[in-house]
């Protein structure tokens, strides 16, 4: 049987934790619309669900920290609005800083983030190793920390907004590829499926990694490339504590955070390149296995039980892609959030929504616009993808 609807209001393209929270928003806000959203796999099976799942306001620019604390707020109350537990753990983020030029930075944006109302602060690194006890602190310098950050379960948050959106009224279509579209003079009038054919007239692309594809269906270009990272879990690890925070090795990009009884450790592979590679291999583990031994050793002979890699969304400057096309008005995007997009989701989708409805966004994402890099000059932030 066909599930497919012959027309909707709005076609949200990807059932990531953005496209839900669109769908969501959309609906809350009026509940008449038709919102159709398509996933070419189970919803959430892009990027969201093989996120870290850290959640955090500690960003260096301004929007970002507004998106941040809005989504925090969110993921606090998401169990009592939405009636999901998404295991949410503010255990706190603690960023390791081991160059003094990094140090320098991390104080500008803990400035910055301070008048914006994060509770975050620069420590000694006795008192980095206190907050997290498997860390060595040979070479460091100092780290940043914030208590109210954390992480949770990105599946769980998904369930939440899937549920949420589906008794708002949207159809949610999994399993179901988006094939192109139809354009005529910058007017979008349908939206092409491998199940059929769907007129509408607005389209929100929230297809993570897969984005600058489907954007150039439309005659888009969104400059969003896929880079594959790749995660591990561990076994018990001893001298592990329950408020172990998520804990990163700034210079590396190691990380680890509480997984079960064991950890969820990561590292960025800077041998990558882009593409749409998932299937797990070694060769980031010496890299990985170098900045354990430096930075936590205490992890050196833990074991590893499993694992899994995903996609991010990368843009050249490391920030998410978030406004409606100038050639096509009837497309909207949110994408290239960098390994941000699981964090940010929540706001996001709100941002998204009121865009689709023409209204003025409760954050002011213009410097997201992807007009950006039609100018020479560099961008303002450039934020390092982490988690």
Same mark, same amino acid.
């Given at each position: 049987?066909? +599930?497919?609807?012959?027309?909707?209001?709005?076609?949200?393209?990807?059932?990531?934790?953005?496209?839900?929270?669109?769908?969501?928003?959309?609906?809350?806000?009026?509940?008449?619309?038709?919102?159709?959203?398509?996933?070419?796999?189970?919803?959430?099976?892009?990027?969201?669900?093989?996120?870290?799942?850290?959640?955090?306001?500690?960003?260096?620019?301004?929007?970002?920290?507004?998106?941040?604390?809005?989504?925090?707020?969110?993921?606090?109350?998401?169990?009592?609005?939405?009636? &999901? +537990?998404?295991?949410?753990?503010?255990?706190?983020?603690?960023?390791?800083?081991?160059?003094?030029?990094?140090?320098?930075?991390?104080?500008?944006? &803990?400035?910055?983030?301070?008048?914006?109302?994060?509770?975050?602060?620069?420590?000694?690194?006795?008192?980095?190793?206190?907050?997290?006890?498997?860390?060595?602190?040979?070479?460091?310098?100092?780290?940043?920390?914030?208590?109210?950050?954390?992480?949770?379960?990105?599946?769980?948050?998904?369930?939440?907004?899937?549920?949420?959106?589906?008794?708002?009224?949207?159809?949610?279509?999994?399993?179901?590829?988006?094939?192109?579209?139809?354009?005529?003079?910058?007017?979008?009038?349908?939206?092409?499926?491998?199940?059929?054919?769907?007129?509408?007239?607005?389209?929100?692309?929230?297809?993570?990694?897969?984005?600058?594809?489907?954007?150039?269906?439309?005659?888009?270009?969104?400059?969003?490339?896929?880079?594959?990272?790749?995660?591990?879990?561990?076994?018990?690890?001893?001298?592990?504590?329950?408020?172990?925070?998520?804990?990163?090795?700034?210079?590396?990009?190691?990380?680890?955070?509480?997984?079960?009884?064991?950890?969820?450790?990561?590292?960025?592979?800077?041998?990558?390149?882009?593409?749409?590679?998932?299937?797990?291999?070694?060769?980031?583990?010496?890299?990985?296995?170098?900045?354990?031994?430096?930075?936590?050793?205490?992890?050196?002979?833990?074991?590893?039980?499993?694992?899994?890699?995903?996609?991010?969304?990368?843009?050249?400057?490391?920030?998410?892609?978030?406004?409606?096309?100038?050639?096509?008005?009837?497309?909207?995007?949110?994408?290239?959030?960098?390994?941000?997009?699981?964090?940010?989701?929540?706001?996001?989708?709100?941002? &998204?929504?009121?865009?689709?409805?023409?209204?003025?966004?409760?954050?002011?994402?213009?410097?997201? +616009?992807?007009?950006?890099?039609?100018?020479?000059?560099?961008?303002?932030?450039?934020?390092?993808?982490?988690?």
């Amino acid at each position: 049987m066909n +599930d497919l609807p012959d027309h909707a209001d709005v076609v949200v393209i990807g059932g990531g934790v953005i496209g839900l929270s669109t769908a969501d928003w959309l609906l809350a806000q009026d509940e008449d619309l038709s919102v159709l959203l398509l996933d070419r796999g189970p919803l959430g099976a892009g990027s969201t669900c093989k996120a870290a799942g850290g959640v955090r306001e500690q960003f260096s620019d301004a929007v970002n920290i507004a998106l941040a604390q809005r989504s925090m707020t969110v993921f606090e109350g998401f169990e009592e609005q939405f009636g &999901v +537990d998404i295991d949410l753990h503010q255990v706190g983020y603690l960023f390791l800083l081991d160059d003094p030029d990094d140090v320098a930075d991390f104080e500008r944006a &803990v400035a910055l983030q301070n008048s914006l109302g994060v509770a975050s602060r620069m420590v000694e690194p006795a008192e980095a190793q206190r907050l997290s006890p498997l860390i060595s602190t040979d070479g460091l310098l100092a780290a940043a920390w914030s208590p109210r950050d954390g992480h949770c379960t990105p599946e769980a948050v998904v369930q939440g907004y899937a549920a949420s959106a589906r008794r708002r009224g949207a159809r949610l279509v999994s399993g179901c590829a988006v094939t192109g579209a139809e354009v005529e003079d910058g007017q979008i009038r349908a939206v092409l499926t491998e199940r059929g054919r769907v007129v509408t007239e607005r389209v929100v692309c929230a297809a993570g990694a897969w984005s600058g594809q489907v954007a150039a269906w439309f005659g888009v270009d969104l400059p969003v490339e896929p880079l594959r990272r790749q995660i591990l879990t561990t076994g018990p690890v001893p001298g592990r504590r329950d408020d172990t925070p998520m804990t990163i090795d700034f210079s590396s990009s190691f990380y680890f955070h509480n997984e079960g009884e064991g950890l969820l450790v990561g590292m960025s592979d800077r041998e990558e390149t882009p593409g749409f590679r998932l299937a797990r291999d070694d060769r980031w583990l010496t890299g990985l296995s170098a900045a354990v031994q430096r930075r936590a050793p205490a992890l050196a002979d833990v074991e590893v039980r499993s694992g899994w890699a995903g996609l991010y969304e990368m843009t050249p400057d490391h920030n998410g892609l978030i406004g409606v096309a100038a050639g096509v008005p009837g497309l909207a995007y949110a994408t290239g959030f960098s390994g941000h997009g699981f964090l940010l989701g929540p706001a996001v989708g709100e941002v &998204v929504a009121a865009l689709v409805r023409g209204e003025q966004p409760p954050v002011d994402v213009s410097a997201l +616009d992807v007009s950006r890099f039609d100018t020479d000059a560099p961008p303002p932030v450039r934020e390092k993808h982490i988690v």
